[in-house]
């Protein structure tokens, strides 16, 4: 199977300060990876290559088969969407359906399937009732959500969401939530930067941890996030879910929250945890 | 000491008919920390520009109801606002971060030696001194929002408010972040923040006021607010750790951290 | 040229054009242009800044030849590219924070005082938040290379998205600078007041002094 995503031994600087060292990865499609790292530590450099907006020093990067070095920003929007951090300041039409409908129109979609993929990505984003609003008359998080709408539009192989969370509240995060799984069930792969180490836990499955520009860890987001000792070497915050069963030394040491509600339920019913509480027969 | 009083305060943008906040009391005093937390639109900015003295003066609109903070002036010195956009807060007359931070006590017009060495501490506080010297223009998200703070702090507010500060921070960030809050508080500021980070306010806050629709649902400790299920169906939820013992079908109250939970009721 | 004090930047920037206007005859023009011009080649990115001057003042000099009969309209035609170069000039080496707090040394409010200044400093903005659009643009499908067709349609898509969200952020701009202070009723503190000298001063004054020559003498 073809990867939809593949960078090899990619280094990058800017300024003569490297960024990126020797970084390589691949993401089939269907995956969900999280980009994991400090501030600084080359994840928004990463998707500035992917989307064809940089070119990497050295190494390749391949996005839907093509070669992103020599491919402008516009010509691998066929193939990958890529929403920017502060998304919110970057609408530019004057209808939020409007701008959900640039992106297709950019790429020359005809007019009937534009309107249908456009009237999908308000519908699965529930911007419907928004939809004729001036982006700017929204607030800041529907307007994140108005950018993820224009991404989803372009119906990309390759989905990069760079801190999709960022200041939203529990109900818009499992918006975003909902959409990549819908998104990776239909085929696409989904990559996430992000600082929000829970939700990547709860809606992804592997992590891609960047440390001073070199990938520190690739693998399983769970096994990363049950081990607390490399998250502070790594310098970054253990998830709550991650450090209760770690605590309370749970059975299985759940990473997500559905994981860890039966367990609980079950050490509670059999005694076995000091902060007791009741059930009230509600599942 | 009560520091900031809102009595059945009430306020409209201007050319809106819908109030923003809704017939608001709350009272703050010094050293204490409130967590304001509301859906999208509930009117968690608008009560923070309220408390800050900037709604209506600077804002317009109309305000009903009376605000009382005992401070210097009603130009608003004694308190600052830090927003969430550092951008949007940059003076871009500094040519340094320094100078950015002095921005703020300058314009209070205090003695130089007392703005550099408030800026100085400040800067410290907010783990920003080794970028003194650079432009703020070059910084990234996460730093800029870190030099705003010290801007913020510089200024010695007596009531620090804060909207959303940690959305441009990184975990260790976020974290400083919260100590300085509680330093700040300690040395006897008022502090009222408006976050959607839940899992922190339990560790931060000593009171949560959940705003909807611009009104108080709730105004307690965490554990009382999060452990009430209206807060879960109409509002913004709770923290990460209450959820596990909500979904695992138990009663309240639930821990609302992680301590709590391994703590012995 | 940058250490100059902001007073006698701008009183050199309003020299120029000032006398390029009012010293009649061919040749004042043409030397005013030529000395801004030497002024913008002393700046960093020279070449640029004279191309932008170049572009900006291109349609100007085909309508005066359209309108005008040619010796009339190079001297109109000077006239105006002094003018746009003696603003690339200034645009270079006037610093808004320096102006900022040379006006509030001499007993400006801060309020007046940023609304010179402020104005200035919002230009490194605008063009960080304009590429910012731009690259979000390219990134769904807006071909921004490719023949003079897509460059324009693509500065075209990039306008009004900039000046609409420039104007939704000045609300909360002013918002954020009253938090910092700007409002207070005090006297702000000047931080690092440029430095001025005697000889400044003498070359400020005399500037005006040879504006107001120059008027008497095309007024006579």
Redesign the interface.
């Known amino acids: 199977m073809t990867p939809v995503l593949s960078c090899d031994r990619v280094s990058f600087a800017y300024g003569g300060r490297p960024v990126l060292r020797d970084v390589s990865c691949v993401v089939a499609p269907g995956e969900a990876v999280a980009v994991i790292g400090r501030n600084g530590a080359g994840k928004t450099t990463l998707t500035r290559l992917i989307?064809?907006?940089e070119r990497a020093g050295t190494g390749t990067v391949w996005v839907g088969g093509r070669d992103a070095a020599r491919h402008?920003?516009?010509e691998?929007?066929?193939r990958v969407?890529?929403v920017?951090q502060?998304?919110d300041?970057?609408?530019?039409?004057r209808t939020v359906r409007e701008d959900v409908a640039?992106?297709?129109r950019?790429?020359g979609v005809p007019h009937r399937e534009s309107a249908i993929r456009v009237a999908a990505a308000l519908a699965e984003l529930r911007l419907d009732d928004v939809a004729h609003e001036h982006p700017?008359d929204l607030p800041a998080p529907m307007r994140k959500l108005a950018a993820l709408a224009?991404?989803l539009a372009?119906a990309p192989v390759l989905l990069v969401l760079d801190e999709p969370t960022a200041g939203l509240d529990r109900a818009l995060r499992a918006r975003v939530a909902s959409v990549i799984r819908t998104r990776r069930a239909a085929g696409c792969a989904v990559l996430v930067v992000t600082h929000d180490i829970a939700f990547a836990a709860e809606t992804l499955d592997r992590a891609l941890v960047l440390d001073g520009g070199a990938v520190a860890f690739d693998g399983a987001i769970a096994e990363l996030c049950r081990d607390p000792v490399r998250l502070r070497a790594l310098g970054l915050r253990e998830p709550p879910v991650a450090a209760l069963s770690r605590t309370l030394d749970l059975p299985g040491r759940p990473v997500r929250i559905d994981d860890a509600a039966p367990i609980v339920a079950a050490c509670c019913a059999s005694g076995g945890l000091p902060y007791i509480g009741e059930s009230h027969g509600q599942t | 000491m009560t520091l900031l009083g809102l009595e059945r305060v009430s306020f409209w943008y201007p050319a809106s008919d819908r109030p923003a906040l809704r017939d608001v009391s709350l009272r703050v005093g010094r050293g204490e920390i409130v967590a304001l937390v509301g859906n999208v639109g509930a009117g968690c900015s608008t009560l923070l520009?309220v408390a800050?003295g900037?709604a209506p003066r600077?804002?317009g609109g109309r305000l009903e109801g009376t605000v009382t903070f005992p401070g210097p002036?009603t130009?608003?010195?004694g308190r600052?606002?830090?927003?969430p956009?550092p951008?949007?807060?940059?003076?871009?007359?500094?040519?340094s971060v320094r100078?950015e931070v002095?921005?703020?006590?300058?314009?209070?017009?205090?003695?130089?030696a007392r703005?550099r060495a408030a800026a100085e501490r400040a800067m410290a506080g907010a783990a920003v001194a080794h970028l003194a010297d650079r432009d703020p223009?070059t910084l990234s998200g996460g730093e800029l929002q870190r030099v705003m703070l010290a801007?913020?702090l510089a200024?010695e507010p007596a009531l620090l408010l804060l909207d959303e500060p940690t959305a441009e921070l990184d975990g260790d960030g976020a974290a400083a972040l919260w100590a300085l809050v509680r330093d700040e508080a300690g040395r006897g500021a008022a502090v009222i923040v408006a976050t959607t980070d839940l899992d922190a306010v339990p560790v931060v806050a000593h009171r949560v006021v959940w705003l909807a629709d611009g009104r108080v649902r709730a105004d307690a400790t965490p554990t009382t607010v999060f452990g009430d299920d209206a807060i879960w169906r109409d509002g913004p939820g709770g923290p990460t750790v209450a959820e596990v013992w909500r979904t695992a079908g138990l009663a309240p109250p639930w821990p609302v951290s992680v301590t709590m939970a391994a703590r012995a009721r | 040229m940058s250490g100059l004090h902001p007073y006698t930047q701008l009183a050199l920037a309003a020299l120029l054009p000032a006398l390029a206007w009012l010293v009649p005859g061919a040749p004042a023009p043409a030397i005013t242009l030529g000395t801004a011009v030497s002024l913008v080649l002393g700046t960093p990115r020279a070449p640029r800044r004279l191309a932008a001057v170049a572009a900006a003042a291109a349609p100007f000099w085909v309508f005066l030849l359209l309108l005008h009969p040619p010796a009339r309209a190079a001297l109109l035609g000077l006239r105006l590219t002094t003018l746009l170069c003696t603003a690339a000039w200034l645009g270079a080496v006037l610093?808004?924070?320096r102006l900022?707090?040379a006006l509030v040394a001499r007993g400006w409010s801060?309020r007046v005082a940023?609304l010179f200044?402020?104005t200035l400093?919002?230009v490194?903005?605008v063009r960080?938040?304009a590429r910012?659009?731009s690259?979000?643009?390219?990134?769904?499908?807006?071909?921004?290379?490719g023949g003079l067709v897509a460059r324009l349609r693509a500065v075209h898509?990039?306008v009004?998205?900039v000046v609409?969200?420039v104007l939704?952020?000045l609300?909360?701009?002013?918002?954020?600078?009253?938090?910092?202070?700007?409002?207070?009723?005090?006297?702000?503190?000047?931080?690092?007041p440029p430095g001025d000298s005697g000889a400044q001063a003498l070359v400020r004054w005399g500037a005006v002094a040879a504006c107001v020559a120059a008027l008497a003498a095309r007024v006579a």
């Open positions: 989307a064809g907006l402008r920003a516009d691998l929007a066929r969407a890529v920017f502060h998304a300041q970057q609408l530019f039409a640039f992106g297709p950019a790429l700017y224009g991404a372009l | 520009s800050a900037l600077v804002t002036g130009t608003g010195e600052a606002l830090l927003l956009v951008w949007t807060q940059l003076s871009g007359m500094g040519a100078d002095a921005f703020g006590p300058a314009n209070l017009g205090w003695p130089l703005i223009l801007g913020v200024m | 610093a808004s924070g900022v707090e801060a940023y200044g402020g400093a919002a490194p903005l960080a938040h910012r659009v690259e979000a643009q390219r990134c769904r499908g807006l071909a921004s290379r898509a990039l009004l998205p609409l969200s939704h952020q609300d909360e701009r002013v918002l954020a600078l009253e938090t910092r202070g700007l409002g207070a009723a005090v006297h702000r503190t000047p931080l690092d």
